[in-house]
């Protein structure tokens, strides 16, 4: 598990570069499941949350935009594996980006589907902008989760938490 301030710290970083390019990214995966269900048994035996990453969607046109801003703060970014399928997150190193095999695969469509649905909750702090992923498109991810047969207990579990809200 990575440092919680670490993560945070630079997820912060990330939103202000994506907000200066007017880009508000979608927080996905576990973060928002905690902001949506606030479920503490997230956390861990040292009382920190228990995240190991925190996941944003972009549109596809947006990150290559980010690539180049990226690019010029001296990381890099390679986006070769984008070939017609999301198989993949992108892991922030301290000079570098990772591209890390995720959990999920979508398509591209179903990234941009996820980005564009109408029910993500905007959030603004301290000028910060984000959205946070809507209970279906949680729900969507999880159910992608379990057909291709990963923490399918975890998943389903998450999901009755979800339609309980």
Known sequence: ??????????????????NNLN??????????????????????YDNQL???DLDFIVSYEDL???????????Y??????????????IKIGPSKFVVEVDNLKYDLMAVDEFLFSDEHT???????????AGISVLKEGYNRG?????????????IDTLNEI
């Open 1 to 18: 598990m990575l440092n919680n301030y670490l993560l945070f710290k630079t997820s912060i970083d990330i939103i202000k570069i994506c």
């Open 23 to 44: 880009i508000v990214p979608v927080i996905f995966g576990s973060v928002a499941y905690f902001f949506r269900t606030f479920e503490f048994n997230l956390i861990k």
């Open 50 to 52: 228990g995240f190991n």
């Open 64 to 74: 290559f935009i980010l690539k180049n801003e990226f690019e010029k703060l001296g």
């Open 76 to 89: 890099v970014l390679n986006l070769d594996w984008i070939e017609g399928a999301y198989d993949g997150g």
């Open 122 to 132: 905007s959030v603004t702090i301290n000028d910060l902008k984000v959205k946070i």
């Open 146 to 158: 379990i057909n291709c047969d990963w923490n399918v207990k975890k998943y389903k579990c998450r």
